[in-house]
T-cell receptor, first 114, second 112 residues
Framework: DTEVTQTPKHLVMGMTNKKSLKCEQH?????MYWYKQKAKKPPELMFV???????INESVPSRFSPECPNSSLLNLHLHALQPEDSALYLC?????????????FGQGTRLTVV | GEDVEQSLFLSVREGDSSVINCTYT??????LYWYKQEPGAGLQLLTY?????DMKQDQRLTVLLNKKDKHLSLRIADTQTGDSAIYFC????????????FGAGTTVTVRA
């Protein structure tokens, strides 16, 4: 199983809503990542979790709150987002945070903030 | 992606070879990657090459690395319509080895 599963695939939320994105992998990977991708742009790193602890926060606004409940799951909690936060949110995992082997990406959650 | 540059578009006839080029700036990069992204989908790792290699072949894919010129290329033999996608080149610099630095992506269109 070399799959990273993200839910939901699509999400529309209002600026006052609270929602969560979910990511799951069962490859035994100890590093998990959140990326944000705007249309026709490359992915931009948001957060890195290593062994269930947040190791990197790329100066992401606090309206995005990551959580790693266990080694297989990674959540991204969303609150009071802005329309410019609309994007494809990609989760990835790798054996460890040095990504010295393959990094596997999920299919993404396409988020629209209205 | 300012440290990794790619041409934005490539159009190729079905059955021909495609060559996608990439230049990078960090000579200490240890791994270089090629990802494929189909419309509305996530990124699929196609292949990667370690910096001490010059070439890597995997079925229809050939990666060439010229470390002197910091140039990476991906050749797709016998290009098919299913190869139409955006292809991202990425480097993993030694200075920030948790982070992939992506190019802007090359949109490959395969015409019949």
């Amino acid at each position: 199983d070399t799959e990273v599963t993200q839910t939901p695939k699509h999400l529309v939320m209002g600026m006052t809503n609270k929602k969560s994105l979910k990511c799951e992998q069962h490859m035994g990977h100890r590093a998990m990542y959140w990326y944000k991708q705007k249309a026709k742009k490359p992915p931009e790193l948001m957060f890195v979790y290593s062994y269930e602890k947040l190791s990197i926060n790329e100066s992401v606004p606090s309206r995005f709150s990551p959580e790693c409940p266990n080694s297989s799951l990674l959540n991204l909690h969303l609150h009071a987002l802005q329309p410019e936060d609309s994007a494809l949110y990609l989760c990835a995992s790798s054996q460890d945070e040095r990504m010295n082997t393959e990094a596997f990406f999920g299919q993404g959650t396409r988020l629209t903030v209205v | 992606g300012e440290d990794v540059e790619q041409s934005l578009f490539l159009s190729v006839r079905e059955g021909d070879s495609s060559v996608i080029n990439c230049t990078y700036t960090d000579s200490s990069s240890t791994y270089l990657y090629w990802y494929k992204q189909e419309p509305g989908a996530g990124l699929q790792l196609l292949t990667y090459i370690f910096s001490n290699m010059d070439m890597k072949q995997d079925q229809r894919l050939t990666v060439l690395l010229n470390k002197k010129d910091k140039h990476l290329s991906l050749r797709i033999a016998d290009t098919q319509t299913g190869d139409s996608a955006i292809y991202f080149c990425a480097e993993r610099p030694r200075s920030n080895d948790y982070k992939l630095s992506f190019g802007a992506g090359t949109t490959v269109t395969v015409r019949a």
